[in-house]
């Protein structure tokens, strides 16, 4: 995979993982000892279970599913697969099967496959928000940004005020270069975020999710960011300072608040969130260059040839990374 789609596969597999398998048990469900094994963290001893279950049931959709499901857990994509293959043999995979298949595409690092099955769990449950939000962060990754558009429009209409979806919009006008777009879904999700944390008691729509429960530094980070590449470091400065409060382990919120401060020439506040930045991802070699230059501008020059010497090495032995922006939510 290339940066851009490492940068996002963690993310995107988190979020299946959450949603991808509900595991449901009835009171005759002959396989609710191997759920339980699964719920529980005990992988090993379900797959086990399970292929004692599979030689004497070797018909058993449902044994192959789950089968699916504990190796994937374990990153095992392609064994994981070919289960759900042997599975789908006797019956249809259900929504979640299908989420499962399309996460363990993204551990294969194919993110066009993974859209292809996860949108044929949106169509066979078409409802629901969190499926669509999954097609529209994959079709994201393809940089198929029109798709995800529409994909993350299907979630507002099912989800009206989601603050996830509508920063999402953001990231995908801002890919089509429609920056106008991308801030103005931005402000909108900061709004909403705003709204719901004012009233946090209002009754919710029966079967309709709220907003995001907890605040997410998201729509300020990428809203502040935006403004600092057009140069308007004054107004991204309050954005980026409130995205770094709300996610103060978030390397990206710390790297983006310290070029706010250079902007502003505040030197030293801006060395503190470089370091901080660093602290948390000490492999992101432009971090290291960052604070280099800010050592350099404050006249420290031994500190500042230790960052640009930490740098070169980094870029070198080609272990450097991008600088991390794990999802708040």
Same mark, same amino acid.
């Given at each position: ?5 490492? +940068?996002?596969?963690? !993310? ?22 191997? +759920? ?37 857990r374990e990153q095992r994509a392609a064994d994981s697969l070919a289960e759900f293959t042997?599975?789908?043999? *006797? ?9 499962? %298949? ?21 169509? $066979?449950?078409?409802?629901n928000p969190d499926t669509w939000y999954l097609l529209a962060r994959a079709q994201y ?7 995800? %558009? ?9 989800? @009206? ?38 009233? @946090? ?35 991204? *400065? @309050? ?7 709300? !996610? ?17 020439? $505040? ?10 930045? %660093? ?22 020059? $031994?500190?500042?040839?230790?960052? *640009? ?21």
């Open positions: 995979m290339h940066l851009r789609s490492l +940068r996002h596969a963690a !993310a995107l597999l988190s979020l299946l993982a959450l949603t991808s398998q509900a595991l449901p048990q009835q009171a005759s469900d002959p396989l609710a000892s191997s +759920r339980a094994l699964l719920e529980s963290g005990k992988i090993p001893a379900a797959e086990q279970q399970l292929r004692s279950w599979l030689q004497a049931h070797p018909d058993s959709a449902d044994g192959h599913f789950l089968l699916g499901y504990a190796l994937f042997l599975g789908a043999k *006797f019956r249809r995979p259900s929504t979640g099967d299908f989420k499962v %298949i399309a996460a363990d595409y993204v551990l294969l690092g194919d993110f066009t496959d993974a859209a292809r099955w996860l949108t044929v769990a949106a169509q $066979q449950e078409p409802s990754n393809e940089n198929r940004f029109a798709d995800a %558009i529409a994909s993350f429009q299907r979630v507002l209409a099912l989800e @009206p005020r989601s603050v996830r979806a509508e920063n999402n919009l953001g990231l995908c006008y801002q890919g089509l270069q429609q920056n106008a777009a991308a801030k103005a879904a931005y402000q909108t999700a900061i709004v909403w975020q705003q709204d719901a944390a004012a009233q @946090p008691d209002k009754a919710a729509v029966p079967q309709q999710k709220t907003a995001q429960p907890h605040p997410s530094a998201q729509p300020y980070l990428n809203l502040g960011s935006i403004l600092l590449d057009e140069e308007q470091s004054a107004q991204a *400065f @309050p954005l980026l300072k409130q995205a770094a409060a709300l !996610a103060p382990d978030n390397p990206k919120a710390h790297e983006q608040l310290g070029r706010a401060y250079e902007a502003l020439h $505040q030197y030293s506040a801006a060395q503190a969130e470089y370091e901080r930045a %660093i602290a948390l991802a000490p492999r992101a070699s432009g971090l290291h260059f960052k604070l280099g230059q800010i050592y350099r501008r404050q006249g420290l020059s $031994q500190q500042a040839q230790q960052q *640009f010497d930490q740098c070169a090495k980094l870029n070198s032995t080609h272990s450097s990374i991008e600088t991390p922006n794990p999802p708040s939510h």
